[in-house]
């Protein structure tokens, strides 16, 4: 027979479980919907917009500008054309354990359906005429596997 202490050792076990898995469901709800809110904030081939989280850093290529920043946990990295402010690419990154299914939703909602899928390997990419090309993969952490980078790009190939 279990006495008063056993039990309640069991229900705030229980209760930790269950409030662990709901902050879990809410960070992947929140990064499905941040990810969709920023794709449909940055266009490819459209000016840079003026964003509070986005802020103009050193180039990494000649003639181009380069814009990093983060919102809500994900790391946004834009860079423009050549001496041009029009966006060539965006690069979306995400730490932590893969959150790919969680945002492939998102993704679609904005980019339409995938080209291609390895849902196995939880990898999908689109592709447009004129070298424009995206995808939404993980790359997982290569010594422990429990954390990694879920990662979406659109760039020009």
Do not use: C
Request: positive net charge; proline residues 6%; charged residues 20%.
């Amino acid at each position: 027979m279990l006495n008063r202490s056993t039990i309640r050792r069991i229900a705030i076990l229980l209760a930790t479980l269950v409030v662990t898995l709901f902050a879990n469901t809410a960070v992947y709800a929140d990064s499905e919907q941040d990810v969709e809110k920023i794709l449909r904030e940055i266009h490819q081939d459209q000016p840079v917009p003026k964003l509070d989280y986005l802020k103009q850093t050193k180039s990494i290529n000649a003639d181009s500008s380069y814009y990093q920043g983060r919102y809500n946990g994900i790391k946004v990295a834009v860079e423009t054309h050549p001496n041009s402010t029009r966006v060539a690419s965006i690069l979306l990154s995400i730490e932590g354990p893969d959150q790919t299914r969680a945002i492939l939703p998102a993704v679609i909602r904005v980019l339409g359906p995938p080209k291609t899928s390895d849902p196995k390997n939880d990898i999908y990419g689109w592709s447009w005429p004129g070298y424009r090309t995206a995808s939404v993969h993980n790359a997982p952490n290569g010594d422990s596997g429990t954390k990694g980078m879920t990662t979406v790009s659109i760039f020009y190939r």
